[in-house]
């Protein structure tokens, strides 16, 4: 849990939870970046599909080299994730904050995440 308060989320809670969630999606996927473009780079040849490219790796380099350079890729995922979910989360609340009785439309949802994934 993030925030002691449900109903009084800070902004620094709000980066911290964008941030959480981006290192771990970037945790599960990175793996999968690295096997495609290994793929998309190797010849036709080298590997008969996606599993004996993921043996042969594991057999010559290792299973660390399927996270090999994601530290790089966290420090990058860090502040945008966590600026994206921040900036997205005030938008929101401020609507709701505006317009208690309504819910956001899609063309609102849409130009609140144009806006915040432009801020990250």
């Not at 980066?15 to 771990?24: C, I, P, S």
């Amino acid at each position: 849990m993030v925030s002691a308060d449900k109903d009084n989320i800070r902004p620094s809670e709000r980066f911290l939870a964008g941030a959480m969630a981006g290192v771990v999606s970037t945790m599960i996927i990175y793996p999968l970046e690295v096997i495609k473009t290994r793929l998309a780079l190797s010849s036709s040849s080298q590997y008969a599909n996606i599993a004996h490219m993921v043996m042969s790796v594991r057999q010559r380099e290792g299973w660390r080299a399927l996270y090999r350079g994601m530290g790089a890729s966290i420090m990058g995922i860090v502040p945008y994730s966590g600026t994206e979910l921040m900036v997205f989360s005030l938008l929101r609340d401020t609507w709701s904050a505006r317009y208690p009785d309504r819910e956001p439309g899609v063309g609102t949802l849409l130009m609140s995440g144009a806006a915040a994934s432009a801020c990250g």
